[in-house]
């Protein structure tokens, strides 16, 4: 991979929530999906190979990795350095190859894969809007400074934000056809709370490397946040909803 920088961003997005995990390596590219060990979010990642200068998988694969040991290794990454990965299966080692001026290699010792797949969740959503990033983490940022939960809300027109608490409370509303909201669909109005630790962790990682998010919900179902990576990858966070939300 050219950029060693998205490939560190990846693997930050993930590592926000979830300390290992399998990823499962075939002809096609790398996927991931795996579960916090509190289950209340869910991590679905895709790279197809197009993600990749040079991809090479000659049989299936599954790689059990420590993220936060991973990146370890990553954290001096530079802006001109490419990055190779390459697994001794034999050994159970990734190695990482930095290459920029000079080359850097790390050898990362693998972990069991756990027998257990994570399976597709199958939801049918009531409200989607793809909103900017940007417009999202501020919202997030904003109703942070009231609460620990935010509600989102639907109507034909427009995505509302609200967050309250004892010290006031904070709305913020984005209009559908405006710069921020930039498509909305609604089967029905739609209410939903979620905890904005998680959604804060969320959206800071993938901030990095999306600047459009798809958000899906319906009351009382997980809130599902899709961001458009390079090269038609992937990654989507699950996040269980608020049912005892006081809104």
């Given at each position: ?9 990846l693997i930050g997005a993930v590592s926000t929530l979830i300390n290992e995990g399998t990823l ?108 900017t990033t940007e417009c999202l983490r501020n919202s997030i940022d904003d109703a942070s400074t ?51 630790s998680y959604l804060s962790e969320m959206v800071k990682a993938a901030s990095n490397m999306s ?37």
């Open positions: 991979m050219a950029d060693a920088r998205l490939w560190k961003n499962k390596a075939d002809s096609d590219g790398i996927k991931l999906r795996e579960m916090d060990p509190s289950h209340v979010v869910m991590v679905d990642l895709e790279c197809p190979k197009s993600l990749f200068d040079e991809y090479v998988c000659e049989e299936p694969t599954k790689l059990c990795i420590n993220f936060i040991e991973m990146l370890k290794f990553l954290r001096h990454v530079r802006s001109d350095e490419v990055i190779d990965l390459n697994f001794d299966q034999s050994n159970a080692r990734l190695n990482i190859v930095l290459k920029s001026k000079y080359t850097r290699t790390f050898s990362m010792v693998t972990l069991e894969p756990s027998g257990e797949d994570v399976p597709t969740p199958k939801i049918a959503f009531d409200s989607m809007a793809r909103i009231v609460s620990d939960q935010i509600l989102f809300e639907t109507s034909k027109d427009k995505l509302s934000l609200k967050a309250s608490g004892d010290r006031g409370s904070v709305s913020i509303d984005v209009e559908n056809g405006s710069d921020e909201l930039l498509a909305l669909e609604v089967e029905k109005p739609s209410t939903a709370a979620f905890s904005l600047d459009i998010v798809t958000v899906e919900f319906s009351r009382d179902k997980p809130l599902r946040l899709s961001f458009e990576l390079p090269n038609q990858g992937k990654l989507q966070y699950y996040l269980a909803p608020r049912i005892e939300s006081s809104y």
